[in-house]
Every structure is written in structure tokens, then in C-alpha cells.
């Protein structure tokens, strides 16, 4: 009479991190929507935010997807908070109206969590990575497309740098003639 152990493992989900911005984004967006405070200011850009966070986890090979998603939500920084300081519901609105000004508050604030999230899985599907160097008691940081690019700067490398291909294509031989026939 024993017991059986029973695991319970759950999926590995791709873009964990983009589908739960999604859903946040869609929770906060939809309650903000509620009330008429805002009189639909905030549905144009919250729409295309949305579309283009769609897109961006549909295709997580595109850049251009990533990048105009990271875009529009910066953009919608700026525009929810002018719009949230414009129609921002007084104390003689109904409380659904203050609700939905509140959740608009909310999902401003996770746009500059999401702003940053967003601007590292650009940086991922750049190629782009990031690198420290450490120089003397210091670190220096930055990002750069390959590791060849760090031979080239002064003083960070002690090894010889190997000659360019144009120094090469002066030893080559020359081409063979043509051996097409004109008629």
C-alpha cells in the first residue's frame, strides 16, 4: 500500500516574458476602457501597441516587429500621460470612471517595464551582445555585433592583428583569360 508519486511538469513556454507583458497589457488596457473618461483617446494607440505585440511574438525572428512595437509603446508613454493629465475623471464622476483612470495609471507604469524588456529582445534579435571589458580596476560596457571588433581597439589586446584580406589580394594571381567564343 503505497503511495505513487506524481510529477507535474508544465511546458516549457517560448517568449514567457512577451506572452505575460501581453496579457498584462490586455488585462490593464481592457479595464482602463471601461469608464468614458477618456473618452476613446487611449484605444487608437493601445490597438496597434497590441497588434504589434501580437506580431512581434508570432514572428520572433523579425526585427522590424520588435522594433515597432518598442516604438509605439514609447510613444504611448508620452500620449497616456498626456491624455491621463487632460481626462483625468474628478471626485463627481462615478467610480467605474476613477477605476478605469486608475488601471490607466497601472499600465503606464508597466510600459516602462515593458519599454525595457522590449529594447533587450531587440537587442536579441539583432545579434546584439552585450560585453563588459575589464581594463585595469575598472569595467567598461557595451554592445557589439562580433568579438573581432574588440581586437581593434588600442591597448585591449596584446596579441598581433592578423593583416587585412586586402593585403592578400595583392599576392593572388591573376584571372585565366575568358574562354566564351563570340560569334
Known amino acids: 500500500m503505497g503511495y505513487q508519486e506524481i ?19 490586455l488585462l490593464l488596457i481592457s479595464w482602463a476602457t471601461l469608464g468614458q473618461w477618456g473618452e476613446q483617446a487611449t484605444l487608437i494607440h493601445n490597438l496597434m501597441f497590441l497588434s504589434c505585440f501580437v506580431w512581434s511574438i508570432a514572428l ?12 509605439i509603446n514609447i ?13 483625468y ?7 467605474t470612471a476613477e477605476f478605469s483612470a486608475v488601471m490607466g495609471i497601472f499600465n ?19 545579434g546584439v551582445v552585450a560585453v563588459a ?15 573581432s571588433v574588440l581586437t581593434h581597439y588600442p591597448g585591449q589586446f596584446d596579441g598581433k ?7 592578400y589580394r595583392q599576392n593572388l594571381p591573376p584571372l585565366p583569360p575568358s574562354y566564351s567564343v563570340n560569334n
Not at 510529477?7 to 497589457?25: M, R, Y
Not at 571589458?133 to 568579438?147: D, I, L, T
Open 108 to 126: 503606464l507604469l508597466l510600459r516602462l517595464v515593458s519599454s525595457y524588456i522590449l529594447y533587450q529582445e531587440w537587442g536579441e534579435r539583432k
Open 7 to 25: 510529477k507535474l511538469e508544465l511546458p516549457d513556454v517560448p517568449k514567457l516574458k512577451l506572452k505575460s507583458l501581453f496579457l498584462g497589457h
Open 161 to 167: 592583428v592578423e593583416d587585412s584580406p586586402s593585403q
Open 89 to 95: 475623471p474628478s471626485w463627481t464622476t462615478s467610480h
Open 75 to 87: 510613444l504611448s508613454i508620452f500620449l497616456d500621460i498626456i491624455i491621463l493629465a487632460i481626462h
Open 60 to 71: 520572433p525572428q523579425s526585427e522590424d516587429s520588435i522594433f515597432l512595437c518598442l516604438a
Open 133 to 147: 571589458m575589464v581594463k585595469g580596476n575598472h569595467m567598461e560596457g557595451g554592445s557589439v555585433r562580433s568579438g
